[in-house]
């Protein structure tokens, strides 16, 4: 099994309201992913947790914040968002950073 | 640097068609190869993938051979299917560093 899954599916929100993206897996993997994709362009990366623990931040903004709260859920925090911020927000995990990534189904996200 | 180049779509064929997307890379170090799938308003699937030099991956019809020679991992599909109609992704990991996607490549199946 290789499911990973994301809550919600999809999310409208206005620029002062606070919401979060839900990712689950019960693989057993250590490392989990949140990736930004925007129309016609491939995945980028955003954050990267590994163990629990947050090992990359590719510079996102601090409207996004992410959170780990055990191996199996990670969240996204959002608040303060621009129309800019709108696209399909990916989950993955893999069983270590060095593995390979399984995707999620995303959450499409349009910012009001 | 890392990088992945594959050609740019969109590919347009019939059913029964014989697909070939292009992929070289790009790496210092040994890379893994992958492709993903991303049909319409879905995320991504792993198709394929490939962790050392000459070996093939496959998957439903799809293969795709690490070629360290020429840098290439392309992905071929001998008679596709309408159902195939979506965008094909090629990526590559080194040890300790992020995956890295090519732009992708968009593919359209008319019966």
């Known amino acids: 099994d290789t499911e990973v899954t994301q809550t919600p599916k999809h999310l409208v929100m206005g620029m002062t309201n606070k919401k979060s993206l839900k990712c689950e897996q019960h693989?057993?993997?250590?490392?989990m992913y949140w990736y930004k994709q925007k129309a016609k362009k491939p995945p980028e990366l955003m954050f990267v947790?590994?163990?629990?623990?947050?090992?990359i931040n590719e510079s996102v903004p601090s409207r996004f914040s992410p959170e780990c709260p055990n191996s199996s859920l990670l969240n996204l925090h959002l608040h303060a968002l621009q129309p800019e911020d709108s696209a399909l927000y990916l989950c993955?995990?893999?069983?270590?950073?060095?593995?390979?990534?399984?995707f999620g189904p995303g959450t499409r996200l349009t910012v009001l | 640097g890392n990088s992945v180049t594959q050609m740019e779509g969109p590919v347009t064929l019939s059913e029964e068609a014989f697909l070939t997307i292009n992929c070289t890379y790009t790496?210092?170090?040994?890379?893994?190869l992958f492709w993903y799938v991303q049909y319409p308003g879905e995320g991504l699937q792993l198709l394929l993938k490939a962790t050392k030099a000459d070996d093939k991956g496959s998957n439903k019809g799809f293969e795709a051979t690490y070629r360290k020679e020429t840098t290439s991992f392309h992905l071929e599909k001998g008679s596709v299917q309408v159902s195939d109609s979506a965008v094909y992704f090629c990526?590559?990991?080194?040890?300790?560093?992020?995956?890295?996607f090519g732009k992708g490549t968009t593919l359209s199946v008319s019966s």
């Open positions: 693989m057993g993997h250590r490392a």
């Open positions: 993955a995990s893999s069983q270590t950073f060095s593995d390979t990534q399984y």
């Open positions: 790496a210092t170090g040994y890379p893994s």
């Open positions: 990526a590559l990991k080194v040890a300790g560093t992020a995956l890295i």
């Open positions: 947790y590994s163990y629990e623990k947050l090992s």
